[in-house]
Nanobody
Framework: QVQLVESGGGLVQAGGSLRLSCAAS????????MAWFRQAPGKGREYVAA????????YYGESVKGHFTISRDNAKNTVYLQMNTLNPKDTAVYSC????????????????WGQGTQVTVSS
């Protein structure tokens, strides 16, 4: 069974930056397309970003384009989310997810999920 564990969340002031990490174990990480989703209090799950299995192609939700960057290091079995110019609207629980297959922005198509890490942005 593939296990995903997120880290790097915390409290940051508006305009600041954080880098989230997602470490994978129990599978062939390089074969999986990876993504980040988030869920703010009282709202549904929102697509944030995705990256292909080689890291060649990246995709972003409209709300984070130009501010967030997804990347991966297959040698370390880790995917990252660099978050810059944060604002309070970015406050949410961020979760990483993986799947075999093509890119998707639909959460239901992802097979494996981490527990999530809290990001809180103060104003």
């Amino acid at each position: 069974q593939v296990q995903l564990v997120e880290s790097g969340g915390g409290l940051v002031q508006a305009g600041g930056s954080l880098r989230l990490s997602c470490a994978a174990s129990g599978g062939t990480f390089s074969m999986y397309n990876m993504a980040w989703f988030r869920q703010a209090p009282g709202k549904g799950r929102e697509y944030v970003a995705a990256i292909s299995w080689r890291g060649t192609n990246t995709y972003y939700g409209e709300s984070v384009k130009g501010h967030f960057t997804i990347s991966r290091d297959n040698a370390k079995n880790t995917v990252y989310l660099q978050m810059n110019t944060l604002n309070p609207k970015d406050t949410a629980v961020y979760s990483c997810a993986g799947r075999k297959g093509n890119y998707s922005d639909n959460a239901w198509r992802y097979e494996y999920w981490g527990q999530g890490t809290q990001v809180t942005v103060s104003s």
